[in-house]
């Protein structure tokens, strides 16, 4: 992978997109270097993901324009596939995955930040989707994620005026979920991944699933999605552990993802 690098803490993973003097911009090529860094991923000891930018500056600066530039209608269509079905990976990933966010967070770093589970920040991050600016869409699931978890009202301002806003500002419409000094937002990162990584794997991943899947659908549809993954989490090893635990008023637990 020459643009982004995959290493584990533990049960944590941490995928960095390491491009520094393009701002960590996506092109093609990181966009296939993510993919493979999903690959990697052991999931039977990976229990959580963090997803950051390589430097102080930026996450993920947007797409990259120079490659963008002379695309064809069909083959600007392709490339908005491969972001999104990348994105959608992120989005759908067994474990849950948050976003560190290092500074720039625009266009196609806004948008993979969104596809992430939790989106911690610096203070010195700025979100935006600029792309009406450059004479087209947002076409990695911008105009799609940003209206759901922000609202279509906040969405469309930002969308339609091109306007940046600044992590306080993010957080105050509920884009991320936390601002840290640049300094504290990796080991906050860690912190938050290595408590999920404590509980049970099985019951983290349904819960996510449950989220996820329940979000798309009406309210009779969704108690019956999140009934199937309750009833899915017995008779397994973590299930019995946990409530062992409890009942024994014991601290200790051993999660074996089973």
């Not at 860094?37 to 600066?61: C, H, M, P, Q, Y």
């Not at 993979?112 to 600029?130: H, K, T, V, Y």
């Not at 969308?159 to 504290?184: C, D, Q, S, T």
């Not at 991943?205 to 659908?217: D, L, S, T």
Request: include cysteine; charge should be negative.
């Amino acid at each position: 992978m020459e643009f982004v690098t995959y290493e584990t803490e533990g049960a944590v993973g941490i995928i960095t997109i390491n491009r520094p003097k393009a701002l960590n911009a996506l092109n093609s090529q990181v966009l296939d270097d993510l993919n493979a860094a999903l690959d990697a991923v052991n999931l039977e000891e990976i229990r959580a993901l963090i997803l950051t930018g390589a430097g102080e500056k930026s996450f993920v600066a947007g797409a990259d324009i120079g490659e963008m530039s002379n695309l064809t209608k069909a083959e600007g269509e392709a490339f908005g596939k491969k972001g999104n079905d990348i994105f959608r990976r992120i989005e759908t990933f067994p474990i849950p995955v948050i976003a560190a966010i290092n500074g720039f967070a625009l266009g196609g770093g806004c948008e993979i930040s969104m596809s992430c589970d939790i989106r911690l920040c610096s203070e010195n991050a700025m979100f935006g989707q600029p792309e009406v600016g450059l004479g087209i869409t947002p076409g990695f699931g911008g105009t799609q994620r940003l209206a759901r978890i922000v609202g279509p009202g906040y969405a469309k301002e930002m969308i339609y005026g091109a306007r940046n806003i600044k992590a306080e500002e993010a957080y105050r419409i509920g884009l991320v979920n936390h601002v840290y000094p640049l300094e504290e937002l990796m080991p906050a990162a860690k912190k938050m991944a290595a408590g999920i990584a404590k509980n049970a794997p099985i019951a983290v991943r349904n819960c996510k699933k449950a989220i996820n899947e329940g979000m798309q659908v009406d309210m009779d549809q969704a108690i019956v999605i999140e009934e199937k993954l309750f009833g899915d989490c017995f008779e397994t090893h973590d299930q019995k552990e946990g409530m062992s635990a409890f009942l024994e008023k014991r601290k200790e637990k051993t999660f074996l993802n089973k």
